[in-house]
């Protein structure tokens, strides 16, 4: 089945920390990844997109993420983060060509001053 | 351009009320989505339009209508609300052949 897993509810980092979000997807050919971000009471914003090419793929907000094939993997990275960071993060893919976007539960990020 | 947008932000229903959420895009896009955000859930699709004419049912829609009006506007219609229907609904556009989709800011239902 056709599936996104994002393993962490909640984290809890220090603001100036380094960040990294895990996403693994469970599909049968390459997909197309996407993280978005949500504010609270807030709509989804696209943080940044993977279709192919370069497997490092940079974003708004300085976030990077990389598509890793053999890990089924696409983690969200920032290596300083600003307490305005503090949102939850949805990591999504959808396969080629089709209109369905798996989601995936969800973390929600809290920055500590 | 105001992009993808949403009425209402907030409503409250009783049980068995019916209402219609409203969506509409300005950025030409041929497809429309209705999704569903819940606690520790995510967003699960309930209808799309891939194009104006067509709709298709997502991974939950039972309990919902959809009707794409015209190329801008997709509307998701409760004909009788039930409290398992409370939830925040976000709309959402892509354009043709493009995977990207767009999200409105989201309507907030409760129902009592």
């Known amino acids: 089945a056709q599936s996104v897993t994002q393993p962490d509810i909640h984290i809890t980092v220090s603001e100036g920390a380094s960040l990294e979000l895990r996403c693994n997807y469970s599909y049968g050919a390459t997909p197309y990844l996407f993280w978005y971000v949500q504010s609270p009471g807030q709509g989804l914003q696209l943080l940044l997109k993977y279709f192919s090419g370069d497997t490092l793929v940079q974003g708004i907000k300085g976030f990077e993420a990389e598509f890793k094939r053999s890990q089924s993997s696409f983690n969200l990275r920032k290596p300083s983060v600003h307490w305005s960071d503090a949102a939850e993060y949805f990591c999504?893919?959808?396969?080629?060509?089709?209109?369905?976007?798996?989601f995936g539960k969800g973390t929600k990020l809290s920055v500590i001053p | 351009n105001a992009g993808v947008t949403q009425t209402p932000k907030f409503q409250v229903l009783k049980t068995g009320q019916s209402m219609t959420l409203q969506c509409a895009q300005d950025m030409n896009h041929n497809s429309m989505y209705w999704y569903r955000q819940d606690p520790g859930m995510g967003l699960r699709l309930i209808y799309y339009s891939a194009s104006e004419g067509t709709t298709d049912k997502g991974e939950v829609p039972n309990g919902y209508n959809v009707s794409r009006l015209n190329k801008r506007e997709f509307s998701l219609r409760l004909e009788s609300a039930a409290p398992s229907q409370t939830s925040v609904y976000f709309c959402a556009s892509n354009g043709q052949g493009e995977e990207t989709q767009y999200f409105g800011p989201g309507t907030r239902l409760l129902v009592l």
């Open positions: 999504a893919f959808s396969g080629a060509g089709s209109y369905q976007l798996t």
